[in-house]
């Protein structure tokens, strides 16, 4: 059972986006539920925050092609997390 996420980044701007995904049909990254933005100083906090909510990480590529700043969570509406 997946539990909400729940972290607060500090508002620098944002170097790394990690994708947030719950296990569906048999796979643990089955859903892709969120997108994290973090700073590098935060991104073992973030990391945490999403495993302690039973959901599995996925750091994505860089560059950031969107201006975002540490701490912002993107949840997409087919979320399958609660």
Do not use: K
């Not at 909510?53 to 399958?80: E, S």
């Amino acid at each position: 059972m997946n539990r909400r996420m729940v972290w607060a980044g500090c508002g620098q701007p944002a170097a790394i986006r990690i994708e947030v995904y719950s296990a569906a049909n048999g796979l643990m990254h089955g859903s892709l539920d969120a997108s994290v933005y973090c700073c590098t100083r935060h991104e073992p906090g973030a990391t945490a925050a999403i495993h302690a909510a039973g959901l599995t990480p996925y750091r994505a590529g860089a560059p950031l092609h969107l201006a975002r700043t540490c701490g912002f969570i993107h949840r997409y509406p087919t979320a399958r997390e609660s």
